[in-house]
């Protein structure tokens, strides 16, 4: 190596501390006489907006190229690219003074960082007094790296050793900390190298990954804790960063071209937030699978800064089509913001997601608490839901968004609790019931794998200090601690702040409408880092710029039964703004409302709407959603008591109760004595259930108003099948209208089911029935990661279904066979009422007889069900009635009929099939021929290639079959 530099293009010794190091910068005649062109600060002052040139802006590149690694894979390819890239973009075009060293010893880098001996102001030819601080103070770290910060020189320990030697990012801080005349400048550290050895993959629900379990990943803390500091990494903790020879890495490039592109000026966070646009949008292969996702960190800023648009362009060198995770060459965009820039609340499908939902924990009830509240439901159109902080509380809220629906676009964590900080690493805590609880294990709860259905959308959480002031050097123990195209470790953002002032400032941003379009989630919640302490800090891995556009509701209004039970008693048909006006107009009423129907009839789509709509209209009534079987495992009762204990004051309350159906029987008093106490106080309660339970609580309350969802008529269903494939709604009638039962598509649940379901209608109902079994045992607590447990327990569940159904259906005592009748109903399959059972929908029996019967056949080589016959041959007893009967038996050759066309290409299934077929046939071709015409069962017919009658007699007279069946069929 060198030892010497060049400035201003003359050559001469090195300064004392930088011994054998080498310095690139400008040559003679270089631009440090001229104003920089980078950006301004802007600051509000007595109601007046002031704005200062960064005329002063210094360019640090310290970077490592291994040129003399023992081992060759060492060597950075792409680093000289680098270091030209950053060179044009802020010396040629940019004006700022810019210096570059090349392996330089680990001791000598962390002294100039602190500038010992005037080391910095040397460097840039300042002479080193207070004016001659820059305004802006760039560094960016290239080499290679590791896990907790370490980044690695070309330097070895001794001439034997293969070891390098490193420095680490807080030894970094540590010496820019003692930048004490560097307090106002504002510092942006870029860090290059890799932090870990993990590939970050482009998340499918195909595929099985290793690493989605990353805790550190995702890490929270607050160091380093330094005023007007904002840090940019390549890459998230323990994951890669790319490079690709010739081109460099894809943190640099897209730097330097987003720099170089703009066309008008931007503040700092939004800039920052486009690079990681660009950087997460590029692959590092055709598959387009291995990502990169940067990480910003922003703390107290004394003012806002503004990247100026460009001036003049020299390109980026970009020799290649694709970097180390690029694969499509990339021209200068037109505007600053174009649409991939943008979260625009769409799935890889095309689909909306226009869901919202926002949590907010606290320790204390106060008034900012309610409205934050206000402003998230009312203005920005969350459903929201509020809970004193505990970990009981937060485990259960974490469990209950890992079951959302996959229309949800973004979830909004609020805590407001006391926060503190490990002494060493500065990680952050929050005191629960007594425990510190990591802010990183919250966060991690929707990026680890039991969550991966968040993977790509936005995750905001907001840590609030709950407390009048933090006491100083209180620090603490701790304990032991679907789909975007994204990676797992893309999409969240971490606010803390610790001062009431800025929480005001946080409440005034979610009541206002820049969200909604004209400025983004990052921009808005910048402003509260301003003119704050260095505690206060924002942490973001959004790969976008995320707005709140107001959108239609998902919510399809279905009609409503509506019964009140007074003197005398009042039947009715509702549409929901009529169901909202009754359920306004009885606030003060205090009543019990039921809402019983039948499984998939979106019972819990309902109440959530209603709590909704409640929540816009009287933003002064206190709500409670409480889902039942998430509580299944605690002693309800207590739970409910502790929630109640919320709702005591002089403001009027709702509470609403899902899924009692799903509550142990064991549990059903304590659950009732509850609501009967809810009464007692005056407190409105929802409770959602199936029919057979409706009862239960019919018998437990006084003056009770009973609800049911009627089925979706056409025009509902063309609408729930618009939102659901974005479809127009030509397209939708005509789905609908082709579809050949009709009845299973009054029921959402079913109806959304078959929309995402390929195939004939026996495939179609063959998913629909398994996905509800699925959700069923998922309910019940079976583990789904283990698929091939998981997957016999479907199977054999699916069995005992159509054992049940056959029983039933050939006349099984009801009584008698309870238990296996509750099964049925606990599936979804069918609805149990006085101990008579009926079908959710007829199609459900048609299709486990016809299992039955194909079963049977594969198996034995026949059935005891007659396939031909009207009725089957079933004996029922009383239900279903004869004509239902015919309708299933109907049913149930369909489905045998349809499975044929699937399985025609199975030489080996098939032969018991078509054998049972034609015996069938020669016992009763008449019969056989006449169900097969009328009901148009040409696979059925299929089947007879190797026997056929010559003659069957149609209305009377013998016709040959080849020429009959052939012109029917």
Not at 355 to 366: G, M
Not at 827 to 851: I, K, M, P, Y
Request: aromatic fraction near 10%.
């Amino acid at each position: 190596m060198r030892e010497s530099l060049v400035v201003r293009g003359t050559p001469y010794k090195i300064y004392k501390i930088f011994d054998q190091e080498t310095m690139e910068g400008p040559g003679r005649g270089g631009s440090f006489r001229k104003k920089a062109a980078l950006g301004y600060f802007e600051w509000t002052e007595n109601g007046e907006i002031k704005k200062r040139i960064a005329d002063n802006v210094w360019v640090l590149v310290l970077h490592y190229n291994f040129i003399n690694a023992k081992d060759k894979d060492d060597i950075r390819h792409g680093d000289a690219e680098d270091v030209t890239n950053l060179k044009n973009t802020f010396e040629k075009n940019r004006n700022c003074k810019f210096k570059s060293f090349l392996s330089m010893k680990r001791d000598n880098l962390l002294r100039m960082l602190a500038d010992d001996n005037n080391a910095l102001f040397r460097i840039f030819e300042s002479k080193g007094h207070n004016h001659d601080v820059p305004s802006v103070f760039l560094i960016y770290f290239l080499s290679h790296g590791h896990i907790e910060g370490e980044i690695y020189t070309d330097h070895y320990e001794d001439e034997n050793s293969d070891k390098y030697i490193s420095f680490t990012t807080a030894e970094v801080f540590e010496s820019l900390s003692k930048l004490t005349r560097f307090e106002k400048c504002l510092k942006i550290v870029n860090f290059g190298p890799c932090r870990g050895k993990l590939f970050d993959e482009t998340f499918s629900p195909e595929q099985t990954y290793q690493n989605l379990n990353n805790r550190n990943s995702c890490q929270i803390t607050s160091f380093p804790q330094m005023r007007n500091l904002v840090v940019f990494y390549a890459t998230v903790e323990t994951i890669r960063a790319m490079r690709r020879k010739h081109v460099g890495t894809a943190f640099v490039r897209h730097i330097c071209q987003v720099l170089n592109s703009m066309e008008k000026s931007e503040l700092l966070i939004n800039v920052l937030t486009l690079i990681q646009s660009k950087i997460h949008g590029d692959s590092i292969d055709m598959r387009n699978i291995i990502r990169q996702t940067p990480e910003i960190k922003i703390f107290g800023l004394d003012s806002k800064f503004i990247i100026s648009a460009r001036r003049t362009l020299s390109p980026t060198n970009d020799s290649s089509s694709s970097d180390a995770i690029g694969s499509k060459k990339l021209g200068i965009p037109a505007a600053m913001k174009g649409p991939a820039d943008i979260y625009n609340w769409k799935s890889r499908s095309g689909l909306y997601m226009r869901r919202r939902l926002a949590f907010i924990f606290y320790s204390v009830a106060d008034d900012d608490v309610t409205l934050i509240n206000q402003a998230l439901s009312q203005n920005l159109n969350f459903e929201t839901g509020m809970e004193a902080l505990s970990k009981e509380a937060l485990e259960l809220y974490c469990e209950d968004a890992s079951k959302v629906d996959s229309n949800v676009g973004c979830v909004l964590t609020c805590v407001f609790g006391r926060l503190s900080e490990t002494p060493e690493q500065k990680e952050m805590f929050v005191l629960m019931d007594q425990t510190e609880v990591a802010v990183t294990d919250i966060v991690h709860s929707f990026i680890g794998p039991a969550n991966d259905k968040w993977i790509g959308k936005p995750k905001i959480f907001i840590f609030v200090d709950q407390q009048e002031e933090s006491p100083k050097g209180d620090n603490i123990s701790p304990q032991d601690v679907y789909d975007i195209q994204a990676t797992n470790h893309s999409g969240w953002l971490v606010l803390v702040l610790r001062s009431r002032d800025k929480l005001k400032a946080l409440i005034e941003i979610f009541q206002s409408q820049e969200l909604k379009g004209e400025k983004c989630l990052q921009e808005m919640l910048a402003t509260c880092l301003l003119v704050s302490n260095s505690r206060d800090m924002l942490n973001s891995t959004l790969p976008y710029h995320l707005y709140f556009p107001d959108v239609p509701r998902p919510f399809v209004a279905p009609q409503f039964s509506v019964k009140i039970t007074e003197d005398p008693p009042l039947d009715k048909t509702l549409d929901f703004g009529q169901l909202l006006e009754e359920v306004n107009g009885a606030l003060n009423e205090n009543r019990t409302w039921i809402l019983s129907s039948g499984a998939g009839s979106g019972k819990t789509t309902v109440m959530k709407e209603i709590q909704y709509q409640l929540g816009k209209s009287n933003p002064d009534v206190k709500m409670l959603f409480v889902s039942l079987p998430s509580v299944g495992k605690l002693d309800t009762a207590k739970f409910l008591e502790e929630k109640a204990a919320h709702l005591k004051g002089p403001d009027k309350c709702f509470v609403f109760l899902d899924a009692f159906n799903e509550v142990s029987t064991d549990n059903h008093g304590k659950v009732l004595k509850l609501i009967e106490a809810f009464e007692v106080k005056k407190i409105s309660v929802w409770i959602a259930t199936r029919p057979h339970e409706a009862s239960v609580i019919l018998r437990a309350v006084s003056n009770p108003i009973l609800v049911s969802i009627k089925p979706f008529d056409k025009k509902n269903q063309v609408e729930f099948v618009s939102l659901e494939t974005n479809k127009s709604d030509k397209d939708c009638e005509s789905f609908i209208e082709t579809f050949p039962i009709k009845d299973i598509l009054g029921n959402p649940l079913h109806l959304s089911l078959v929309i995402n379901s390929g195939g004939n209608l026996y495939q179609i109902y063959d998913k629909v029935l398994r996905q509800k079994v699925e959700m069923c045992l998922v309910q019940k607590g079976y583990d789904k990661n283990n698929e091939i447990l998981f997957q016999n327990k479907v199977d054999s569940s699916m069995k005992l279904l159509e054992r049940i159904t056959f029983q039933f259906l050939n006349g099984a005592d009801p009584k008698k066979s309870k238990q296996d009748l509750e099964k049925l109903y606990s599936f979804g399959v069918a609805n149990l009422e006085n101990d008579r059972l009926t079908f959710s929908h007829e199609s459900f029996a048609g299709f486990f007889t016809a299992q039955k019967y194909l079963h049977d056949v594969e198996e034995n080589g026949t059935s005891d069900l007659q396939l031909f016959d009207e009725d089957l041959k079933l004996q029922a007893q009383g239900s279903p009635k004869p004509c239902e009967l015919r309708r299933i038996a109907a049913s149930c050759r369909k489905f045998v009929d349809l499975f044929y066309a699937t399985a025609s290409n199975e030489k080996k299934k098939i032969r018991k099939h078509r054998k049972s077929v034609q015996t069938a046939c020669k016992s009763d071709a008449n019969k056989f021929t006449h169900v097969v015409i009328a009901e148009d069962l040409k696979h059925i017919f299929n089947m007879l290639k190797i026997f056929t009658p010559p003659y069957v007699k149609v209305e009377g007279k013998p016709v040959k079959i080849s020429e009959k069946l052939c012109s029917c069929f």
